[in-house]
């Protein structure tokens, strides 16, 4: 097997001018209309069986080859975040204020392109699914593709997805059995007190000085109740609260992110932030309701599926080409909620080092962040070569 095909090599100006279409039109998530229609139109020509609508605006794409039990689903992310972009390349956001600066543009078109070539052969057995998934930036897209029966409708044995890696060497391909990425979870804290007058504190319960007393008790749950060995991060980003100079506001509130690389640390948290805000208050004689969102879980790679993806690209890029034992990441990603029900892997290629624009090295996230198109084939030449190993009967 070879990395890039003569068919894939045909196809991969007219993919790159797809990624650079979408990249153009950024929707932010479960709003990406425009961009699911384009995913399932393509699929339907090259032959798919196409399901739009799956999870909002998630689009599904199932190929069958030869009659055959295997199955194999890969997965894409299609949103934008709501940045403004800086790169001033020809193919820039036309949407002010909306942007593809996480590459989840290259990310769909990279899926296009390996489903164009495995659509135009179909040299394979069983039944491949295209997972084109809606609102991963922190909106719940794979929840609502779950939600919607995901798994039962499309079923899979094996399960992959990439994501872009800037500061990687274009095209490196990075591996990670067990926790690849961190979970991320959400709590709002509201801090009850008794609103007064700033002169009478005393017929008053001041929420800021028990919400202050809070933003310090909460950081001593990482430092003396977490394993040093193990990751734990609490942040208190934000602390709203009071007006006035001369009054004191009824309420206050504390928003966290809370990040830990274990369900079981990621538990403790929980419970942990719950009853310090809630006794920490009482101190105070103030009273703290805690919301508690659960939002993306630890991203966990199956062993034996990361094995077998880290295998093939040794057999296409040689020991030089890989990184089979990544350092664990922060960042979070809600294809660990896919990862949950499917054994799978989720690994990274490289988008580049130079920092300037199009080299690749700009972070995610960041307004002058660009997907490099130089990984588009050979990452879609390395899903062929995936689905083609994998649905061998
Ligand atoms: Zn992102
Ligand atoms: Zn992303």
Redesign the pocket.
């Known amino acids: 097997m070879e990395l890039l095909p003569a068919e894939l090599r045909a196809i991969e100006p007219e993919m790159v001018a797809l990624r650079r279409r979408i990249h153009s039109n950024p929707e932010l998530g479960f709003q990406e209309h425009e961009t699911a229609a384009l995913v399932a139109e393509r699929l339907q020509g090259w032959g798919y069986e196409v399901h739009r609508g799956v999870g909002g605006t998630g689009v599904v794409g199932v190929l069958r080859g030869s009659p055959g039990p295997r199955t194999l689903g890969l997965r894409a992310?299609l949103d934008a975040l709501p940045i403004n972009e800086s790169t001033g390349l020809p193919w820039a956001s036309r949407k002010p204020g909306l942007m593809h600066a996480?590459?989840?543009d290259g990310?769909t078109a990279t899926l296009l392109a390996a489903a164009r070539v495995l659509g135009h052969t179909r040299a394979f057995d069983g039944t491949l699914n295209l997972i084109f998934q809606p609102a991963?930036?922190g909106l719940g897209g794979a929840q609502a593709m779950l939600d919607d029966g995901l798994f039962e409708r499309f079923p899979c044995e094996r399960l992959y997805a990439f994501?872009?890696a800037p500061g990687y060497a274009v095209g490196l391909f990075g591996f990670r059995p067990g926790v690849m990425y961190s979970s991320s979870d959400t709590a709002i804290i509201t801090v009850h007190g008794v609103g007064g007058h700033g002169a009478m504190p005393h017929r008053a319960v001041d929420p800021i000085l028990a919400a202050s007393h809070l933003v310090i008790a909460l950081q001593s749950i990482v430092s003396r109740e977490i394993d040093p060995n193990e990751l734990a991060i609490v942040t208190v980003g934000a602390f709203l609260a009071g007006a006035a100079p001369n009054v004191i506001p009824p309420s206050a509130e504390l928003r966290l992110t809370v990040r830990a690389r274990s369900e079981v640390v990621r538990a403790k948290l929980r419970d942990r932030i719950t009853a310090v805000a809630e006794q920490q208050a009482a101190v105070h004689g103030a009273r703290a309701e805690v919301d508690y969102r659960w939002r993306y879980p630890v991203t966990i790679n199956e062993r034996e599926a990361t094995r077998f993806a880290e295998g093939l690209a040794r057999e296409l890029v040689g020991e030089g080409g890989l990184i089979a034992d990544l350092p664990p990441g922060l960042?979070s990603?809600d294809f660990g909620l896919m990862l949950q029900r499917v054994p799978g892997c989720y690994f990274v290629v490289g988008n580049g080092i130079g920092k300037g624009v199009g080299e690749g090295g700009c972070e995610?996230h960041n307004p002058g962040f660009d997907f490099n198109d130089a990984i588009l084939a050979p990452t879609a030449g390395y899903f062929v070569a995936l689905a083609r190993r994998w649905l061998q009967a």
């Open positions: 992310d996480c590459g989840h990310h991963e930036e994501h872009n960042p990603d995610a």
